[in-house]
């Protein structure tokens, strides 16, 4: 079994106030991380940690507040250690002195909502050892893992190979089967052309996620890879290169690109490889092809999921609205929410949903940032599938993955 390489587990402890969600996080990492205190409320918000579990690779710790934190600010701290229930992969549920509380009990239905896989740590068993009763009654109620531990490091019960051992089995599968965000259209040999403009939007000194993936999922998979700027394209092609087996390019390229190369070479963005790798795919094709039956006054929600400085020609606020109203030829009102805050009115008000290639969030940050939308029956698209359909190639773009939909118009 290894590790996706893009997609790090995220792992969370949760727990009432001083019961050793720091401790552990400190234990786990063998560092000092996280500030422990016999103050109840030590721990004010979520302090995340990356580092290497053995057998297990790059992980991120998540330390919350205590879930029965008290007062005005308490109740925010609560809020927000709440928050990271659907942006992780694996919970930790901390207990002590064989107590279960209407704190773990509401815990445990919000970690059952989001489908979340969990075990118990009982801590300070130096203190407290764990009772056959409260086995017994965990094991009734809970139905998964108990670990009986002290974060006490002399104390015979602090054996951190049985912790390491439970976060390695109950971490989801599907955090190691992610799809590659292109080694299966590609294989040993294949020629690829990556087309990266490097424009004002572009960060100092580096290329953004997708395409640094792209690049390395070419090397995974022996291709001979080129990658160039837009404006190389006739250089390229008149240096007599080999015809390339795929063309990936930055979606605000599409009609360039498209028009450079022969139909018959695939063609798609990175934006789109990174819609297929992160986001509910299937969905995004669908709901794309709400654009044309968009209607005069729709409402239509932007999701930008990164915080970043907004420059003048600012994708999600600029370009695309640009693009669809030219597309549609309707009055649309096109609201944008950044990072992850919530949307401004029920999500049943917009016609659809567009949520960005998501470089900063995890799978499962993604999904449950949509699923709301989904469940409402909003249809859901993504910037590059959006940008591809207003552009007239959607079919182009979407056919290297076998999907191809004759009722989508072509300008
Ligand atoms: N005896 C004993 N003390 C422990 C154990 N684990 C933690 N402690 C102590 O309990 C106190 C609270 O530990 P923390 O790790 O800060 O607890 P926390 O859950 O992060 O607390 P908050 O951040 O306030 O929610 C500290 O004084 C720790 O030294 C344990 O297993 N046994
Ligand atoms: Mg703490």
């Given at each position: 079994m290894s590790l996706a390489k893009h997609q790090r587990p995220h792992v969370g402890i949760f727990g009432c106030?001083?019961?050793g969600k720091s401790s552990l996080i400190n234990i786990i990492s063998g560092q000092d991380i996280a500030i422990v205190d016999s103050?109840?409320?030590?721990?004010t918000d979520p302090v995340a940690k990356t580092f290497e579990l053995t057998g297990l690779g790059p992980i991120v710790l998540i330390d919350t507040a205590g879930i029965d934190d008290r007062g005005d600010v308490g109740v925010k701290r609560v809020a927000a250690s709440y928050k990271k229930i659907s942006e992780i992969d694996l919970a930790v549920l901390v207990l002590i002195n064989n107590t279960w509380s209407d704190y773990e009990e509401a815990l445990l239905v919000e970690f059952e909502k989001f489908n979340l896989p969990f075990f118990i740590i009982h801590n300070k068993s130096d203190i407290q050892p764990i009772s056959e009763e409260f086995q017994a009654f965990l094991k009734s109620r809970v139905r998964c893992d108990i670990l009986e531990f002290?974060?006490?490091?002399?104390?015979?019960?602090?054996n951190l190979s049985l912790l390491v051992d439970l976060l390695k089995k109950n971490m989801p599968d599907s955090v190691f089967n992610n799809p590659t965000l292109l080694g299966d259209l590609v294989s040993y040999g294949s020629n690829v052309l990556l087309i990266t403009p490097i424009d004002v939007q572009a960060p100092a000194g580096r290329l953004i996620l997708p395409q640094v993936q792209a690049i390395r999922d070419c090397l995974d998979n022996d291709c001979i890879t080129t990658v160039i700027k837009e404006r190389e394209i006739e250089t390229y092609k008149a240096m007599n290169?080999?015809?390339?087996?795929l063309v990936v390019t930055d979606s605000q390229e599409f009609l360039k690109v498209d028009a450079a190369f022969d139909k018959s070479i695939p063609l798609t963005s990175f934006s789109i490889l990174l819609a297929r790798f992160k986001g509910p795919f299937e969905k995004y094709l669908e709901g794309t092809r709400k654009i044309e039956s968009l209607e005069d006054g729709d409402s239509i929600l932007v999701l930008e999921s990164c915080s970043h400085h907004v420059a003048?020609?600012?994708?999600?606020?600029?370009k695309i609205p640009r693009w669809l109203r030219s597309y549609t030829g309707k009055e649309l009102s096109i609201e944008v929410v950044a990072g992850l805050n919530s949307p401004?009115?029920?999500?049943?008000?917009?016609?659809l949903v567009i949520q960005c290639g998501?470089?900063?969030?995890t799978r499962k940050q993604l999904i449950n940032r949509l699923q709301p939308a989904i469940d409402a029956g909003v249809p859901v698209s993504n910037y590059g599938l959006v940008i591809a359909y207003c552009l007239g190639i959607f079919n182009r773009a979407v056919s290297v993955f076998g999907h191809h939909d004759d009722s989508v118009n072509y300008l």
């Open positions: 106030r001083n019961v103050y109840a409320g030590t721990t002290s974060a006490v490091t002399s104390h015979r019960l602090n290169y080999p015809t390339p087996d003048g020609d600012d994708i999600g606020r600029v401004p009115r029920p999500l049943s008000e917009y016609s998501g470089c900063m969030l």
